[in-house]
DNA sequence: GCAGTTCTTGACCGGACGGTCAAGAACTCA
DNA sequence: TGAGTTCTTGACCGTCCGGTCAAGAACTGC
């Protein structure tokens, strides 16, 4: 009763309703983009009454800005995993570059939605933090690689800029290969490939 | 009469209530958004009646899509411009790289709407072919260099994708510093120091 | 001054959209 | 079984949006 759509509990029969609405949402947002598709679009989408969505989402802005705190957060996650335990600045770096690239190529449709959300501001102040982290992040392990005499010197902020530039290019859904029905995609062996070969263009960039 | 908006004769008057449209335009969808900036906003805003838009445009989108094609033609023709002459194919990738870096960084409005039109099928479209081009002329100069020499071998096509983040993200508006009434710029000093950052880790990181 | 064309106005239209809500169905637990 | 809670329905609301159009103003060339 009056209680805030997104502080409810939940059954599990209610996380699950408000799981498939959340995947339907984030498919239909990146192949339709999110304003033309309407919440109507989405409860259709999955079944049910419009009433649902409001039960479990206050908006269809929240929606999305959960989706990009979700991600962000899962992204992280995943980073923090990969360089755990691995020594040393440059080493750190790659496996930095190769855990964001992975991610990234799994997630295609949020990488869609991301790259909307940037273009929004409402939405693109969710992403501005998560991102500042993630280049510190980065920044922080060039400057320890410069420290150590490893690379050139150089402004890491800003190499940390041009190394998030190769590894989202080379992780863009846009630069895939378009299939006969017009989706583009990229496999398993592409992947590996685009890694390997962003590991190698970030190593060599940052050395100059 | 019933001429298509697209195809009108104008005079001079004609011609710049057209272009004081479009610039509004340009500037309030890369603030505001696309599509919550309507019709009404942009009229509004040159002050002049609903009716004068649909007089020098056929609809919204065909607005979006002329700009799209207007900005991609330009870039095309600034970059081709810098190339031209440039002897060898290093030589010739950076000058590309500078032209595309500055060219990018003078037109941040630009920049934001093409984001936007990425995340949208029928915006997309307009934009693929553009990038097709100038991605295939970049993967051209590397396949050269290759040929000749000057860097290690590898995927001409992964690499040029590869360059183009570097140069998209150094050049991007939202990397640039926020200013303390929330706008994001760049100075003239800092796109020096991008493009000269921007050609060094281009170069080494091919160079692999 | 007249005819023809270019340009401008703003009320108006149909429809879609985000969001609400009273009503009731379906579960839960004692 | 029955009271309380969670969940579901879909008609409904106010608003806004892209786009139209009849009317007329402002130019242009003769």
Redesign the interface.
């Known amino acids: 009763m009056s209680t805030a759509a997104d502080t409810r509990k939940l059954t599990p029969r209610g996380r699950d309703r408000r799981q498939s609405l959340l995947d339907f949402a984030i498919r239909r947002f990146a ?6 598709t309407s919440v109507a679009d989405i409860v259709d989408g999955v079944g049910v009454g419009k009433g649902v969505f409001y039960w479990y989402f206050p908006s269809k802005d929240d929606l999305l800005r959960e989706i990009l705190r979700d991600s962000i957060y899962d992204l992280r996650k995943t980073q923090q995993a990969a360089i755990d335990g691995v020594d040393g600045p440059l080493a750190k770096l790659e496996a930095g570059v190769r855990a964001s690239m992975a991610w990234s190529m799994t997630h295609p449709d949020i990488l ?1 939605l991301v ?2 959300a ?4 409402t939405f ?1 102040e969710a992403l501005r933090k998560g ?1 500042q982290i993630l280049l510190a992040d980065t920044a922080r392990h060039i400057k320890a690689a410069i420290a150590e005499g490893d690379i050139a010197p ?2 890491p902020e ?2 940390a ?2 190394v ?7 992780s863009s859904p ?2 895939g290969t378009v299939s006969g029905d017009g989706t583009v995609t990229i496999d398993e062996a592409q992947i590996q ?2 890694i390997e ?2 590991v ?9």
Chains 1, 2 share one sequence.
Request: charged letters at 25%; glycine letters at 14%; hydrophobic letters at 35%.
């Open positions: 192949e339709n983009g999110y304003h033309p869609r790259a909307f940037w273009t929004e501001q693109a991102d150089g402004d800003l190499l800029i041009a998030n530039g190769v590894t989202r290019q080379l846009e630069t490939e685009r070969l962003g190698r263009v970030v190593l060599h960039g940052i050395r100059g």
